[in-house]
């Protein structure tokens, strides 16, 4: 399993769960930042302000998008750890995202 493999990180969990309704799947979570985490590849680098703050977290190394709990999940590569922390925000929380370029 690599890193950014959906169940790696717990994303669409709800797909394999008995009590998800396939026939009524919709998307659950509103918002500009949801709508771009949902069309986001995993692997890139994005920066992310959250709603009420001015500091602008990242580099972050996105992994993946729950569409069901709003969970947008990131790879922190600041050198807090060697393989860098894991942070899971609610992406009706992001304020803006900045995408680094490509390259």
Known sequence: MGLFDDKS???DHFEHDPKFDHKHKKHHCKGCA???LRA???GRLVFVMLLGSDVRLGPL???CF???NCCATFIDNSGVTPT???IIIN???IAA???APLG
């Open 9 to 11: 990180c717990g994303c």
């Open 34 to 36: 949801c709508e771009q």
């Open 40 to 42: 986001l590849d995993p």
């Open 61 to 63: 190394t996105f992994a």
């Open 66 to 68: 729950d569409d069901h």
């Open 84 to 86: 860098g922390s894991v």
């Open 91 to 93: 992406c009706q929380e």
């Open 97 to 99: 995202i900045t995408l």
